[in-house]
């Protein structure tokens, strides 16, 4: 199993271009999840999904949009990218709808600077 | 709001010594807690966790503390080896069953050899 797996995994964009991250995990995991983490930061929630077919707003949704492609995939879009975007984003999934109990497993990440 | 801090932004250690890194949470209802594991340039790896109905909870060579009455938890690592170097984040489960996570800011651990 690859586990999750992101790309690009580092990205240079313009100011007001847009792109999308992709994620996709191979665990048949039900929940997926997109954070951002700026320098000295911790994670910061964007938009999660808890099961196919919906997905939510986190705490910094501001200037992204999300889709569940299916049940793999979770894809993170950015339609005119700011320089206050720039950040490492950290995709992650969890077996799970139900239950607190449940770790999220990582993946390796995506670099991205807006310029 | 909730919130999930870290004392210190750095601690340094000598390898084979005891490593304490600590957290404090504002929201009295959190009831599940994790301990993550970022080394540079990876993604957080899945330490250990523990529910609100436990105060202590042993791994590997780890142990995490929850103290509910001040709302602290601790990891504690034994025997600290240089492959422990690593930022260390605390995080709490915020949103019922959605599996929703506020993280901390994170603590560096350096080990010196």
């Known amino acids: 199993n690859a586990g999750v797996t992101q790309t690009p995994k580092f990205q240079v964009l313009k100011t007001g271009q847009s792109m999308t991250l992709q994620c996709a995990q191979d665990?048949?995991?039900?929940?997926m999840y997109w954070y951002r983490q700026d320098p000295g930061m911790g994670l910061r929630l964007i938009y999660y999904?808890?099961?196919?077919?919906?997905?939510d707003k986190g705490e910094v949704p501001n200037g992204y949009n999300v889709s569940r492609l299916n049940k793999r995939e979770f894809s993170l879009r950015l339609e005119s990218a700011a320089p206050s975007q720039t950040s490492v984003y950290f995709c992650?999934?969890?077996?799970?709808?139900?239950?607190?109990?449940?770790?999220?497993?990582f993946g390796p990440g995506t670099r991205l600077t807006v310029l | 709001g909730e919130s999930v801090g870290l004392h210190l932004p750095t601690l340094s250690v000598q390898e084979g010594d005891n490593s304490i890194i600590n957290c404090a949470y504002s929201?009295?209802?959190?009831?599940?807690f994790i301990w993550y594991k970022q080394e540079s340039g990876k993604g957080p790896q899945f330490i250990i966790d523990i529910r609100s109905n436990m105060d202590k909870r042993q791994g590997q060579r780890v142990t995490v503390l929850l103290n509910k009455t001040v709302k602290h938890l601790s990891l504690q690592i034994a025997a600290t080896q240089p492959g422990d170097s690593a930022v260390y984040f605390c995080?709490?489960?915020?949103?019922?069953?959605?599996?929703?996570?506020?993280f901390g800011q994170g603590t560096t651990l350096q080990v010196k050899p």
């Open positions: 929201n009295s209802a959190s009831d599940y």
């Open positions: 995080a709490e489960n915020i949103g019922s069953n959605t599996g929703k996570l506020i």
């Open positions: 665990m048949n995991h039900n929940s």
């Open positions: 999904s808890a099961s196919e077919g919906t997905t």
């Open positions: 992650a999934s969890r077996p799970a709808t139900s239950g607190r109990d449940n770790e999220q497993f």
